[in-house]
């Protein structure tokens, strides 16, 4: 069982980044793969990017380009560099970590972007 955590949202302009950070408490070795999520309002949570725990990343096509997912296993953490925010990436931004079949969720963080 782990604990998610996350900071770093807050409001941008429009060609703006922000680094959003995954704290982990709990058997940090025990995930497979942590991922970003985000939702905005009357959608569903969408994949942003995964990261497994031997480095392997994978991006959805809307973060392609533009946003870097890492970990750091001496920290237990997770991060999000997000470059060239646009509006359309406004939403609150969810960790997540899957353990033996299970999902773990953190409490979300909130990005706003003005144009």
């Known amino acids: 069982q782990v604990h998610l955590v996350e900071s770093g949202g807050g409001l941008v302009q429009a060609g703006g980044s922000l680094t959003l950070s995954c704290a982990v408490s709990?058997?940090?070795?025990?995930?497979?793969?942590m991922g970003w999520y985000r939702q905005a309002p009357g959608n569903p949570r969408l994949l942003v990017a995964t990261?497994?725990?031997?480095?392997?990343?994978f991006y959805a096509d809307s973060a392609k380009g533009r946003f870097t997912i890492s970990k750091d296993d001496a920290k237990n953490a997770m991060y999000l560099q997000m470059n060239d925010l646009q509006p359309e990436d406004a939403a609150v931004y969810y960790c997540?970590?899957?353990?033996?079949?299970?999902?773990?969720w953190g409490q979300g963080t909130q990005v706003t972007v003005s144009s």
């Open positions: 997540n970590a899957y353990i033996r079949a299970r999902d773990f």
């Open positions: 709990g058997n940090w070795f025990s995930i497979n793969n």
């Open positions: 990261i497994t725990m031997s480095g392997s990343t």
